[in-house]
């Protein structure tokens, strides 16, 4: 059955260093998303791309995030400059179409600690 | 803002029990639904979703769950609860077709031999 997968399962970083988390969505999808959550909180949404453009960000996507399609089967996540508070469980979802209320296929995670 | 609340962050209920988790959101205007469950050291896994047609809504593994407008709710249930069960789920809803999910805040259950 087709996955999302997503590298690396686990990082730990120290405050201020950049991290880029990798997701490898599945083949045929368009749509693509991260959501993250914060040990204790709620699943949050971050962003979603389609058409190699940002379609929707959320007030946590600020300028230390980015996104990117480099190779047409790489969607990563970058934070330029690590803070505390982006110590967080980071999802990276897929959907193959936006028409509709298509199923997001999530990855299992990318345990991010900041220290 | 619209939101999502899962009453119960952890739920116990004995093996062959009814499951109950219940889910209400805040708009006037019906949003798309979903549930999702996560086991241990896995991603999240669509159990079923509302989309404006059929109120109750049959998902994976003999869960159910249905949409109460006048309640603004979207429990989900299942009759005999089973030791696979135990997990985290979360309800979900959406506004805009699915593309960006506002997540309650899960709730966990256990599931007692």
């Known amino acids: 059955e087709p996955e999302v997968t997503q590298t690396p399962s686990h990082q730990v970083t120290q405050m201020g260093q950049e991290v880029i988390l990798r997701c490898v969505p599945i083949s045929n999808h368009l749509y693509f998303y991260w959501y993250r959550q914060i040990l204790g909180q709620k699943v949050e949404f971050l962003v979603s791309?389609?058409?190699?453009?940002?379609?929707?960000k959320s007030e946590i996507f600020d300028d230390q995030f980015s996104v990117e399609r480099p190779d047409g089967s790489n969607f990563t996540l970058k934070i330029r400059s690590t803070k505390l508070e982006d110590s967080a469980m980071y999802f990276c979802?897929?959907?193959?179409?936006?028409?509709?209320?298509?199923?997001?296929?999530f990855g299992e995670g990318s345990r991010l600690t900041v220290l | 803002a619209q939101s999502v609340t899962q009453l119960g962050s952890h739920v116990s209920v004995s093996e062959g029990a009814l499951v109950l988790l219940r889910c209400n959101y805040s708009s006037s205007v019906p949003p798309y639904l979903f549930w999702y469950v996560q086991y241990p050291n896995q991603g999240l896994q669509l159990l079923l979703k509302?989309?404006?047609?059929?109120?109750l809504v049959k998902g994976i593994n003999g869960f159910e769950a249905e949409f109460k407008k006048s309640e603004t709710s979207f429990h989900l249930t299942k009759p005999s609860a089973h030791m696979s069960d135990a997990a985290e789920y979360f309800c979900a809803v959406s506004w805009d077709a699915g593309n960006m999910l506002t997540f309650g805040g899960g709730t966990r259950l256990m599931v007692k031999p």
């Open positions: 979802a897929s959907k193959a179409s936006g028409a509709g209320t298509g199923e997001l296929f």
């Open positions: 791309f389609y058409n190699n453009e940002i379609s929707e």
């Open positions: 509302y989309t404006s047609a059929a109120t």
